[in-house]
């Protein structure tokens, strides 16, 4: 049988598919504790974090759950183009760093994102074939109870992020992918996902996405 030559360029699309992959899905689902939970498991990812002006909390470290940085440094990543998207969250910015995630991409490395509904909405206008996963909870009172259990609110916190969560479902049609992440089944929603990502490689259609 003739060996097939495909070239240089039809090579690296055939071996070369990075994903630019977007978590995400209202306060409270669980994204960090997939994430968490993915890295436990040293799931071949580039995880990028979020940059955000919100305040530490106790439990949180610096530059691995968050790089926690004042609103003049998060105008300042604005103005001179080091972020990919930013919003304003209950109050606070969140954005998500450029450079990373492009570097990871060239190297040819799949990278995750952790974003709010917001910006997904973002990331979707800029780059929209990256792989969209919706993460949810299977009823909105669950939802709801992991939102007061957690106690990281005050009560006119707590009650716009649950009226949040209730408009942020009807973004659905954004993504492409819906992950329920169950009490108690993490490694189920983990497993789920980390399937997705393998359909999603195997994709005759596969576009490279540059940034």
């Known amino acids: ?48 974090t979020t940059v955000t002006t919100r305040p530490q909390r106790a439990n949180e470290i610096d530059k691995i759950d968050y790089h926690f940085i004042t609103r003049d440094n998060f105008q300042q990543m604005i103005a001179t183009g080091e972020l990919l998207e930013w919003a304003n969250v209950y109050g606070n910015w ?11 991409l060239n190297e040819g490395q799949d990278t995750i994102v952790k974003v709010d509904i917001q910006g997904a909405v973002a990331i979707k206008k800029i780059a929209p074939r990256a792989l969209f996963i919706f993460l ?22 707590l009650a716009l992020r649950i009226k949040t969560a209730r408009e942020e479902i009807n ?37 490279r996405i540059f940034l």
């Open 94 to 104: 969140y954005g998500v760093p450029r450079e990373p995630v492009r570097d990871a």
């Open 1 to 48: 049988m003739k060996n097939l030559n495909y070239g240089n360029q039809a090579a690296d699309r055939l071996l070369i598919r990075p994903l630019l992959i977007i978590l995400s899905g209202p306060s409270g689902v669980g994204k960090d504790a997939i994430l968490s939970r993915m890295e436990e498991l040293e799931c071949p990812l580039k995880f990028i």
């Open 136 to 157: 949810t909870t299977p009823t909105i009172e669950e939802l709801i109870n992991r939102l007061k259990e957690r106690r990281t609110e005050s009560y006119f916190d």
């Open 171 to 207: 973004q659905l049609p954004l993504f492409d992918f819906i992950v329920m992440n169950n009490h108690g089944k993490i490694d189920t929603a983990v497993s789920d996902i980390r399937a997705i990502i393998t359909a999603e490689k195997c994709r005759v259609d596969y576009q």
